[in-house]
């Protein structure tokens, strides 16, 4: 009798003594991150029956189990995956935004002060103080833009060791978490349940989250898969594959991420990485940076190529046509690894009208005979050229090397090293080429009016008339008034026009000048315009390089976002667009921020220990382990009575 007093004690006190242990681990786990709360599972023990009399045996301790939600896990670990990869975005984007809205370190500033000497030349065209002031403006603008240009290259370079070491990181953490498995089979398959083990497989997979998100598909053997959001396995049981990072074969300049696959990589799709820092930083190298780069460079590209063009058409002091102002960037162009022949074959592409030129990069891929096609990266535009050379968004486009074979793709990079290679030709402040080459004059035997109110040449966005420089003589008849002209060129005199009619005022152009006349000719009355010997007061040419910056010259053909914008608005667009992308990266790292927050706290409502309802289980598991003593101190009481009472018989 008193001995089953005594087990059902033992079996409540040790009952009593497990709960008080498993509190007390919670208790001091509170702070602990990834512990989930652990609970003592409970059963009565099997009766006893003695006819029809059944009774209790006691209390039997089955297990000490985790409070643990799956799927509020999975829902924490996706928000942990996407706030991430908002935290990375945000980050990055933050220093393109500082350093592209500098106020005073900004290029706006440049190329207005740039401007503002050649508005002094314009009207001081002779003075050498002037030209100095406009030659050294010219060179802290083409620093200007070097240095920012530098500056964004060197976060590539930032952005390339990030995903070195978030890759690094990842490879770590999945080489953990199967270690983790197999010690989770090893113990599961002896009927065990080791809390600690989960819990620290479940933090790491929380943490992967934060490098790239991935989702886990558990086994029955207790395992974890983990795969990557591509569908490429990184853990199948205790076997890990490693992620790794290469250059992407169909552009060496850019980079890819994801598991090795034959002697290539299966890469992650930039924009469906499923979250994470690695996700951000895919994006940001892929497209926020080199947007933000092709922006900037077709400015330099426009403004050097533009100016150029200005000066090549004027005449310096020492009446020599017009030597290039700014050097003039190249074009870019990459050749796939996996074309057919990649060394000897290639694109080759330069300029035919910068004006025309888009902020993008281009693919061209050979899909079969007279069938090249060439994609604009930026919007996904795609067009067909039958065959080349041709000319395609302002730029000449060409093989060389060879004939390439179907399947060759190669990448064009027109203005994305514009602004790291723009720089200043010239040495000399007489070469600035501020007067222009031709002069106007009347006839010596004119016996009418006429007179030469202004000669210009013609504004951009023109490139100079490579007629420019020929002889053309105007001559004019009365009733009605009219005229006629004839262009030499090589000493020899071309047909005369069809008779124009003339107006006192108006403007005659031809071969790329302006004319305006007044007064009222003879019959007879000739105007030349020809090359001619050039003053040091001459402004003509400096007038229409200080009208550059208001015309419309960056990328006046296309429909895209700044388009036919002027250098000053293209600058502003550009920098609107980095700020409004700043922004909403910062919006969504604080909506991001907010749904992990909530996931979190719905998953420690459930897994995260409660020190007060931990507090209160203490004090029950105290009076119980109490109360179990007492049944023993009983059981022990009445067993000495019977000995006694067993004695004395």
Known sequence: MSSGLLSIGASGLEAAYTALRTTGNNIANVNTPGYSRQVVQLSTQVETGTGTLYQGTGVSVDAIARV???????????????????????????????????????????????????QGLSNQPGSAATRQALLSSAGTMASQFNDIAGQLQQMTQSTDQQLTLQVKTVNDLVSQIARLNDQISIASASGGLPNALLDERAQAVATLNQSVGVTTIPQSDGALNIFLANGQPLLVGDRPTALTMGADPQNSQNIVVGTPSGAGIAALDPNATGGGAIGALLQFRASTLPDVQNEFGRIAVVLSSQFNALQSAGVDQAGNAGSPFFTTPSISTVTSSQNSDSTSVSMAASFADPTQVQATDYQVQVLGTNNIQVTRLADGTRATLTSLPATFDGMNLSFQGGTPAVGDV??????????????????????????????????????????????????????????????????????????TSVTWSGGVAGPASAPQAYTPGQTISLNGWQLTLGGTPSNGDTVTVQPGAVGTGDNRNALLMAQLQGLAVVGNSSATAHDGSTLAAGVAGMVADVGSIAASAQTEQQSRAAILSNAQSAQNAVSGVNLDEEASRLLQYQQQYQAAARIIQTATTVFNSLLQAAGGA
């Open 68 to 118: 643990y939600s799956d799927f509020l896990a999975q829902q924490t670990n996706l928000a942990q995956a996407m706030s991430s990869q908002a935290d990375t975005t945000q980050q990055m984007t933050g220093q393109i935004d500082n350093l592209m809205a500098n106020p005073t370190a900004g290029i706006g500033s440049a190329i207005d002060n740039f401007f503002t000497q050649v």
């Open 410 to 483: 190669f990448t064009i990079q027109p203005v994305r090293f514009g602004a790291q290679n723009i720089g200043v030709a010239l040495t000399q402040t007489s070469q600035i080429a501020a007067a222009s080459p031709v002069t106007a004059t009347t006839g010596a035997s004119n016996a009418g009016s006429l007179a030469v109110q202004n000669l210009a040449l013609a504004p951009l966005p023109a490139n100079p008339d490579p007629a420019l420089l020929d002889k053309v003589v105007l001559t004019f008849t009365t009733n009605p008034a009219q005229y």
